[in-house]
Structures are given as structure tokens and as C-alpha cells.
């Protein structure tokens, strides 16, 4: 069973920069894809973006490419998504999510969740 933490959130004025990070156990494999999604009030849920753990190719929701960046660091069992120029628009609770996929690009669907960290970006 994997379970996925996430930390990192808080309040920042527009133009800020915050670091998620999400810290798993159990992976059983190299094959998973880690991926941040977030949900604002009101809206659907939406990937932010995905990383592979066995490779480290990522994808960006376009709204975010040039100011978000997600990383790994296997040996700690770490993702991370580096926010800068954050916008109020990027206000939401944001998840981290895992699964395992063989597949060559991020998954549709994952199966394991964190609880979520808010990020709050107003003046």
C-alpha cells in the first residue's frame, strides 16, 4: 500500500514562490508515476503535473509551465513542486498522487492519494 504525505503549503502574496513536497512509502517498483493535482472551491480537479520515478520525464498543465517545476529525489522518496509567480488563480488544496504505469507518459487515472495541503495565494 502506498501512502503519499504531502507539506509544504501556506499563504504567499501574488509573485511568491512556495515548495510542495510529498513524501511516499511503499512504492514496490520504479514504475510509478507521481503526479500534483488541485482542486479550488467550485472547480474540478485538475493534474498539475506528473513525474516519472523511474526516468524523470514530467508534464505541465500549460497554465503553469515556466512557473511550476516538479522534481524527484528517489533515494528519499520525495517529489517536489517548486511554485513561482504564483497567481491568486493557483489557490486550491493540492494533492499528490501515485500509480504504477508502464506506460511512457503520465497515467489518466491513480490510485493512490495524499490528504492535500493548501495553497493560498492573495495580498
Known amino acids: 500500500q502506498v501512502q503519499l504525505v504531502e507539506s509544504g503549503g501556506g499563504l504567499v502574496q501574488p509573485g511568491g514562490s512556495l515548495r510542495l513536497s510529498c513524501t511516499a512509502s511503499?512504492?514496490?517498483?520504479?514504475?510509478?508515476?507521481i503526479a500534483w493535482f488541485r482542486q479550488a472551491p467550485g472547480k474540478e480537479r485538475e493534474r498539475v503535473s506528473c513525474i516519472s520515478r523511474r526516468d524523470g520525464s514530467t508534464d505541465y498543465l500549460d497554465s503553469v509551465k515556466g512557473r511550476f517545476t516538479i522534481s524527484r529525489d528517489n533515494a528519499k522518496n520525495t517529489v517536489y513542486l517548486q511554485m513561482n509567480i504564483l497567481k491568486p488563480d493557483d489557490t486550491a488544496v493540492y494533492y499528490c498522487?501515485?500509480?504504477?504505469?508502464?506506460?511512457?507518459?503520465?497515467?489518466?487515472?491513480?490510485?493512490?492519494w495524499g490528504q492535500g495541503t493548501q495553497v493560498t495565494v492573495s495580498s
Open positions: 498522487a501515485a500509480q504504477l504505469w508502464l506506460g511512457k507518459s503520465c497515467p489518466n487515472s491513480y490510485k493512490n
Open positions: 511503499g512504492f514496490t517498483s520504479d514504475y510509478y508515476y
